[in-house]
């Protein structure tokens, strides 16, 4: 059967420390903001936002949040946009995979994406002298121009996979294939496998009760779910939610 | 000094006086290549375009000015299709604009993607999903349908005339046009539709996605009925600039009044379409996407305000003016209608493109505003000084108005 | 008279196509020397070893590709033939403990993917399929480079309109692509690209 | 025969269609669009065979344990070593990229100030020392040590020792605050106090124990009490925010309430103080109510053993006194008799030396004015807390010089005269000497993993140009590896959590290979005995918080608004970052930069600012340019100013100095600007 790689997100556990996002950069050759750079122009594979409940000082309540690509699994809204094949869900594990050897920069994409997880090279990739030495080979630089985002740190699946040929099995060692930002979380807030996989953490935790996904209604189908015992933080899942939420709350 | 390039019997400024027309905007068009050309050279980091303003003032440009060049494709579909007579006096000129219009798109596409070196790729590993692919391959061939119906009126230039072969054929041409406007205007009503679905599919931007009728959104359809519209109203409001530039007579009102009707017609259809699609998207689309519809329009620069402008004052009240014999024959109704039709065909694409992405979609996130970069706006003056240029040397050079002659003489 | 003024159409159709199939290649790629020359044959025939003795594989199943200095030195300490390019390798590369900056015939761009695991230890691949008789020759031919692309003159293969080629020849995503195709295996662009 | 434009056309356009049916334009197309994907301008990644090497992180004192992913040798990722369960900062993270730091100093350079710029002259090492003074009876030099504990250190201060007049200098917190460590994993209560205990204060392993703790309901309980709404706020349990800079009246109060006044070691003066200092009449001064006073010190008593942290944050950290009355509370609420506060042992001094015959670490700010001729910074990692006036006023006015030994042009070493950069982490063997947070000690070494950049000098040459002594640094560290084993006390722990006594360890060598190879010497302190000398107050620190604690009172309706200094602590620890960190400065609005100014939406419109605007925010004599973040959680009357660096790619010598420059606190104007 094939995988369907997924992720859960333990909203109160993240403490918003940046981990995952810095990890994701180095693993996957995301070359330093140039000047000028804002929160709107950088690439960000990972980022984590700041959700409060709407609430004024000092009855305020935040949750860190980090969103990334949440690999759509169905209406993929990116893969039907694309005027020429550079992003296509991989039938074998489920992954979103963007090639920016094939985009031409049209960033429809970009506009198509209800979570924003999708970045454009506004700048070409620059490295401070001598710091391209310490790029990670599995990945690629991208060039300017083109639109990239998560894929699950696809080169890490490459090494698992070649491990595993190299000792003649067809399955990857669950094990051998961890993303970065799961690696580096301090919390182990971020849990990830096989969906599929019945027996997994994540296919478990994405059942708990604590559990819900950003813009379900979309009907996408993210694989990314979180968790979170507030009601409030589960309420920021989407708008209807939080205003059903809002008009409880007041009565 | 040019006097032998002149059209027979046509009277044309002199010399100098055009010269002083076309220098400001060669200006203009050179400041402009100077500001596409560092997008080009430098990036797109020139624009203040970003992840969240994906598409900025470049895409909402585009989908405008083509929304205007459909005069080009409905004209010739009305005139050799459907064989309306009137509208012989108008056709060149919708030839040209729409030549204008099209080719301006692509020379900003080219400049507002990231990689064009890399866009035939479009061609080569076509997504026939993507409304874009539909978009590109439309635009591309519906552009050289529109090179080929120039050149006959480019050959009605004095000088080409004099060689015998130019002229069997600029005659063979002709015969041409039937099947040439077929074809354009299938190529039309597909792009003019993709454009529309381009943003009628994003399934995760609920503030623009509809419901689709067959494989295509409601958008899809839509934008082909204000095309319709627009083009006919754009082509009243160029005629009456162009007269009141040259201070000459240069179409019948016949001919103008035809195409009010038409375009007040397309237009009534339109809205009547536009406010079942706003109540169903009001109603079902959005909140079932887990957006209720009325939270778009708290943002204070986008109250609903925008969305009775653009139905009522932008649509209703010309569709009335246009539809009514007594305004359509004052010729200051008459423009008026038209230029409201075009501003509200504007604010459509403006909604669309705009507005879209400037409202989030996960519940945190705040909303966003944007500012072209001189250089976006210097691209964009590029391709109305290149438009006003062709056009100003299509009307010195070639008989655009195939009555200006016996106008001129009445 | 009307028969001289053809030629020169016909002049013009064989200036372009001569333009077109031998003078831009033979512009459009650089030739450039090994550092040193090294033989396969001597290795594989008289050595008796077998490509994976030295294009080995690395505890976690990655293809170590060319072997490194010192891994010749393992052998190579010190001149064991006679060859003038054996001595230069042990004096300028084993005795400075330099890695030769060998031109790479098969090097794919940094987007590209291949796993030598899957396809020689698990598909059982032969090194021949892709590499061509390489690992029996005496000499190393010259490495051609694509000026525009900086790629390697083997991923387009030898001839520039690719027909004729050895079945070994060109490493385009195409020709990976008609494998993949013909055996149903790797569908996604991601098991290839990086 | 005459050639007609006709044949040359007809030529022109046979050529044209030869080209056509010809591999040249397609070949072309596809090549320039495989230029577009591969041209020079894009970076090619490393080849070469992967290693891994096992290793700590030496770019800060805390030394985690790593495992280096390395492509042909050189360091391609930092990953925390599976099974030590010890996670990384984000700052470990990029650890490797700090070798190459666009700020990075060639080699032996003077440094110049023309207005805002810094220009550095290089010169050769052996000129670069022969400027150095010798230093001798009446030219005394002062070592700025910010890493206390390394092999370098036992050698300066047995350096300074043999030179009477000199001063073995470390940062005044390295001299008190950190003789005691917290025992978090005890604690069933914790207070932080204006403290980022959730946010980098201590090292990330212990950070994410307190969270696992919480998500498994053990019974933690985290309170804060903080001015502003910062992450160890939003992460607590409960959040009571008080006034800036009133974090002593809150301690006093919380001591009047333990009835600490009865304690029978106490000064006369600090029980009189205390006594008084009841919470209703200090509530009002720190911005709560006594009921709310009375709260917080249930919930401490209620499940021990509990634990009150007043670390600061690094840029603006609170004050010797307020230390001290931390001290005093929570050996109120008995932390030193059950374990939770201890005193933190000392490292060994190296093999060789003696303690006695070392110098005694001096406070910075009680080195005298104008009393050396030579000062020499080294560790110039931590110099964001460390201005440059505390040091510029210890000058001679006479010939004086300043050296810095940073490898990077940052912070101290834009001031100085001269740089003689030591390596880069990484480049060389590096040191860990322990969070000061920690209970216990420990040591770890660091191998070089990077090439080492030609240019560097390790600090030991500088050290044996003074002295007449030159030793490697690497043979320091094995002197110093060899003192620690040579003490037979504490464990070594390996890069896979197993732990080893230290007298199971065969000898200094075997030591030595184990803490190459990533293992980690620790020693847990003895629970700290009620009087822990640094942490005594003396009479003149008591009238000074007499002082005060009436000023907080009279102030405490003040109409300005009062600065709320915050910061991500691993920042203030080390100031040169990799240059990735962009990705949470500026690409991402996780952690503001040194310029953002947040207010509440009232404070904002009371002071004519919007949401985005550059404000000039002035207190006395200082004022800085902003940008203004209205913020819903923030107590109206605060500005919550932000101490990161410079947010055009970190290139600011000096990154907080606008937090330096307001200290907690202080009265403040906002306007716009």
Not at chain 4, 598 to 612: F, L, M, N, Q, Y
């Amino acid at each position: 059967m094939p995988a369907r790689y997924g992720m859960v997100i333990d909203l109160d556990r993240c403490t918003g420390c940046g981990n995952c996002t810095v990890a994701c950069a180095v693993e996957n050759n995301i070359p330093p903001g140039p000047p000028g750079v804002t929160d709107r122009t950088g690439i960000t594979w990972m980022r984590v936002y700041e959700a409060d409940n709407g609430e004024g000082f000092p009855e305020t309540q935040s949750a860190f949040v980090p969103v990334m690509c949440m690999q759509c699994e169905e209406h993929t809204p990116c893969v039907s946009v694309c005027p020429q094949n550079a992003v296509e869900v991989d039938p074998e594990t489920g992954i979103v995979g963007q090639i920016p050897e094939r985009c031409l920069g049209c960033r429809y994409c970009m506009a198509a994406c209800p979570y924003h997880a999708r970045y454009f090279n506004w700048w070409d990739p620059k490295w401070p002298e001598g710091m391209e030495k310490t790029l990670n080979p599995d990945v690629s630089p991208r060039m300017r121009g083109v639109a990239e985002k998560c894929n699950f740190c696809h080169g890490r699946l490459h090494t698992a996979r070649e491990k595993a040929a190299a000792a003649g099995n067809a399955a990857i060692d669950p094990a051998d294939y961890v993303p970065a930002c799961v690696e580096s979380c301090p919390t182990q807030a971020i849990v990830f496998g096989d969906l599929n996989d019945p027996a997994s953490e994540v296919a478990k935790l994405s059942r708990d009760e604590r559990a819900f996904r950003f813009l379900s209604r979309l009907g996408t189908e993210p694989k990314v779910s979180y968790l979170s015992s507030r009601a409030w933080v589960r309420s920021l899942a989407d708008r209807v939610l939080a205003r059903d939420q809002k008009e409880e709350a007041r009565g | 000094m040019d006097s032998q390039w002149i059209p027979r019997g046509l009277q044309r400024t002199s010399f100098p006086r055009f010269l002083a027309w076309i220098l400001p905007w060669a200006g203009l068009l050179a400041w402009g290549l100077f500001g596409a050309a560092l997008c080009l050279i430098e990036g797109l980091n020139q624009t203040n375009m970003d992840n969240r303003f994906a598409f900025g003032l470049w895409i909402y440009l585009d989908l405008t000015i083509i929304a205007f060049g459909a005069g080009a494709f409905f004209t010739g579909f009305l005139l050799y299709l459907l064989r309306r007579e009137a509208l012989r006096p108008v056709i060149n000129s919708a030839v040209v604009l729409g030549l204008i219009c099209y080719s301006g798109a692509i020379i900003v596409l080219m400049v507002d993607v990231g990689q064009p070196l890399r866009a035939w790729f479009t061609f080569w590993h076509p997504n026939t999903h993507s409304m874009l692919t539909e978009v590109t391959f439309c635009l591309t061939c519906y552009l050289t349908v529109l090179l080929i119906e120039y050149v006959p009126v480019l050959l009605k230039n004095r000088q080409f005339r004099r060689i015998p072969k130019m002229l069997v054929f600029e005659f063979e041409l002709h015969k041409l046009m039937p099947i040439l406007a077929g074809v354009g205007a299938f190529l039309s009503f597909f792009h003019q539709g993709s454009l529309g679905g381009l943003y009628g599919v994003m399934q995760g931007r609920p503030f623009a996605f509809r419901e689709a009728i067959g494989i295509w959104p409601t958008t899809f359809f839509l934008f082909i009925l204000s095309a319709m519209a627009a083009g006919p109203s754009f082509l009243i409001v160029t005629t009456r600039l162009v007269e009141s530039l040259t201070k000459k007579r240069l179409v019948d009102d016949r001919a103008l009044r035809t195409l009010g009707r038409i375009s007040g017609f397309m237009l009534a259809g339109y809205l009547a379409l536009k406010a079942i699609d706003t109540l169903v998207w009001i109603n079902a689309t959005s909140p079932g996407a887990g957006f209720p519809a009325y939270e778009y329009y708290e943002r204070a620069s986008f109250g609903t305000w925008i969305l009775f402008l653009e139905i009522g004052v932008f649509g209703v009240l010309p569709a009335l003016l246009l539809l009514s014999r007594h305004t359509r024959e004052h010729r200051g109704w008459l423009l008026t209608a038209a230029g409201l039709v075009l501003s509200g065909i504007a604010l459509n694409r403006f909604v669309l493109t705009i507005q879209t992405l400037a409202l989030p979609t996960l519940t945190f996130d705040p909303f966003l505003s944007y500012v072209p970069s001189w250089q976006e706006v210097a691209t964009f003056t590029a391709v109305v000084a290149y438009g006003v240029l062709l056009y100003s040397l299509s009307y010195r050079y070639l008989p655009l108005f195939p009555q200006e002659r016996e106008l001129a003489q009445s | 008279m009307n028969r001289f003024r053809v030629l020169f159409p016909l002049a013009g159709l064989l200036v372009g196509l001569t333009a077109g199939w031998v003078l831009f290649p033979a512009l459009l790629y650089r030739t450039e020397e090994q550092p040193l020359q090294f033989s396969h044959a001597v290795h594989t025939d008289t050595g008796g070893m077998a490509c994976a003795d030295c294009h080995s594989f690395d505890a976690d199943g990655r293809f170590v590709g060319i072997p490194t200095t010192a891994q010749c030195a393992s052998c190579h300490a010190d001149v064991m033939g006679e060859t003038e390019n054996e001595k230069r390798f042990v004096e300028e590369y084993v005795k400075t403990n330099r890695e030769v900056p060998w031109k790479v015939y098969a090097r794919q761009p940094d987007n590209a993917y291949f796993p030598h695991a899957a396809h020689v230890t698990r598909g059982g691949i032969a090194c021949e399929r892709c590499h061509g008789p390489h690992g029996t020759m005496n000499t190393l031919r010259p490495y051609q480079v694509n000026r525009i692309t900086g790629y390697s003159r083997d991923i387009w293969g030898s001839s520039i309109g690719r027909v004729g080629m050895e079945p070994w020849e060109g490493m385009k995503m195409d020709d990976c692509v008609r494998c993949h195709r013909e055996t149903e295996r790797a569908r996604a662009c991601l098991d290839c690209h990086k | 025969m005459p050639l007609t434009r006709r044949d040359i056309l007809r030529f022109a356009g046979a050529a044209t269609a030869g080209i056509v049916f010809s591999p040249l334009p397609w070949k072309m197309l596809d090549d320039v669009a495989i230029w577009t994907q591969t041209g020079p301008w894009i970076p090619k990644v490393p080849r070469g065979p992967i290693s891994h090497v096992p290793s700590i992180c030496s770019v800060c004192p805390a030394g985690c344990p790593v495992t280096a992913r390395c492509v042909a040798g050189v360091p391609s990722s930092l990953r925390a070593a599976s099974g030590s369960g010890q996670p990384l900062c984000p700052i470990g993270l990029t650890g490797h990229h700090l070798a190459y730091h666009p700020l990075r100093v060639a080699g032996p350079c003077l440094v110049e100030h023309r207005g805002e710029k810094v220009l550095t002259t290089s010169l050769s090492l052996d000129e670069a020392l022969r400027r150095l003074p010798s230093v001798d009876g009446d030219r005394s030099v002062m070592i700025v040590d910010q890493r206390p504990g390394r092999a370098i250190s036992d050698r300066y201060r047995a350096f300074v020792r043999q030179h009477p007049g000199s001063f073995y200098a470390v940062p005044d917190d390295d001299a008190s605050m950190r003789t005691v460590g917290y025992d978090l994993e005890r604690a069933h209560t914790i207070l932080a106090v204006s403290t980022p205990l959730l946010d980098g204060w201590t090292t990330p392993a212990r950070t994410a124990r307190l969270i696992e703790r919480r998500s498994k309901n053990d019974g933690l309980r985290i309170l804060a009490a903080d001015a502003a709404r910062s992450r160890t706020a939003t992460l607590a349990d409960r959040w009571m925010p008080i006034r800036p800079g009133s974090e002593a009246a809150l301690l006093v109060a919380l001591l009047h309430l333990a009835h600490a006044h009865r304690q029978p070691d106490m000064t006369p003066s600090m029980r009189a103080i205390i006594e008084r200092t009841t919470p209703e009449r200090v509530a009002a001064a720190i911005g709560v109510t006594p009921v709310q006073l009375r709260h917080v010190y249930e919930k401490l008593t209620e499940r021990g053993p509990s634990l009150v942290v007043v670390g600061g944050d690094g840029s603006n950290s609170v004050d010797a006194e307020t230390d001290r009355l931390a001290f005093q509370l929570n050996r109120a609420l008995g932390a030193a008799s059950n374990g939770a506060i201890r005193q933190r042992p000392a490292i060994p001094v190296s093999e060789g030396l003696r303690e006695r015959d070392l110098a005694v670490a001096t406070p910075l700010s009680s080195v005298p004015d104008a009393s050396v001729a030579l000062v020499i910074i080294d560790g110039d990692e931590g110099t964001c807390h460390l201005s440059w006036e505390s040091i510029v006023r210890t000058l001679h006015p006479g010939a004086s010089i300043v050296v810095s030994l940073s490898p990077v042009l940052t912070a101290l070493a834009s001031h100085a005269d001269l740089i003689i950069p030591s390596p880069a982490p990484f480049e060389s063997f590096g040191e860990a000497t322990g969070d000061g947070t920690d209970i216990a000690c420990r040591y770890g070494v660091s191998r070089p993993l990077h090439p080492r950049r030609p240019g560097s000098v390790d600090p030991e040459l500088v050290l044996g140009h003074l002295s007449g002594q030159v030793i490697e640094h690497e043979a320091a560290l094995r002197d110093k590896v060899a003192g620690i084993w040579a003490s037979r006390r504490g464990q070594i722990r390996t890069p896979d959590g197993s732990t080893t006594n230290l007298t199971s360890v065969e000898g200094a060598g075997s030591l030595w290979t184990a803490l190459s190879e990533g293992a980690v010497w620790t020693l847990e302190g003895a629970p700290a005995s009620a009087s822990v000398r640094a942490l005594e107050s003396d009479a003149s620190a008591t009238d000074r918080l007499a002082a005060r604690l009436s000023e907080l009172a009279a102030g405490g309706a003040t109409s300005t608004i009062a600065v709320v200094p915050t910061t991500w602590a691993p920042v203030t620890s080390c100031s040169r970052l990799s240059p990735l960190m962009t990705k949470l400065y500026q690409e991402s609005g996780l952690r503001p930069t040194s310029e953002v100014a947040a207010v509440a939406p009232a404070t904002a419109h009371a002071c004519g600012v919007e949401d985005g605007a550059v404000a000039e925010l002035r207190a006395g004599e200082q004022s800085s340019k902003v940008k203004v973040r209205v913020s819903d959680s923030l107590a109206p009357g605060m500005v919550q100013l932000s101490a990161g660096p410079d947010p055009v790619g970190f290139r600011s010598p000096e990154p907080p100095a606008v937090a330096n420059a307001l200290p907690r606190g202080r009265a403040a104007e906002l306007r716009k600007s």
